[in-house]
């Protein structure tokens, strides 16, 4: 059964919102955990892109019905990189809008996409 424009749009509100809700309960987690650890600035930016896919995934995942998940995905994906660009800017003072933020959109973008691709295709053997 297709989806139609006004489900496709609420799906894709709906994996936003997890997407930015659960990277920030992610991010604050790890942010308790940075002020006890010494990590260093490599394993602080890997593990920020972890919490990204799992974000994105998750979001996808619960969100999404069983069409166009590379489309809803990625789209989820990308608007939700650009809230969670603009609130942590916001927190943190005035922040360049670069070529590395542009490269972490297209990253998430892409893997809100194929987290889109594998939330549908494991929503259709249910």
Excluded: H, P, W
Excluded at 79 to 93: D, E, M
């Amino acid at each position: 059964m297709k989806e139609d424009f006004k489900t496709s749009f609420a799906s894709v509100v709906k994996a936003t919102f997890l997407t930015v809700v659960i990277s920030l309960i992610g991010v604050l987690i790890f942010a308790f955990v940075v002020k006890f650890a010494d990590l260093s600035d490599a394993a602080v930016k890997i593990v920020n892109q972890c919490i990204k896919v799992i974000a994105v995934f998750t979001g996808c995942y619960i969100s999404l019905g069983k069409s166009k998940g590379l489309i809803k995905g990625a789209t989820a994906g990308l608007v939700a990189t650009a809230i969670l660009y603009l609130v942590f800017s916001l927190s943190s003072g005035a922040e360049a809008f670069g070529v590395k933020t542009l490269f972490d959109m297209l990253f998430v973008a892409v893997i809100g996409g194929i987290s889109g691709v594998i939330a549908v295709n494991l929503k259709r053997k249910d």
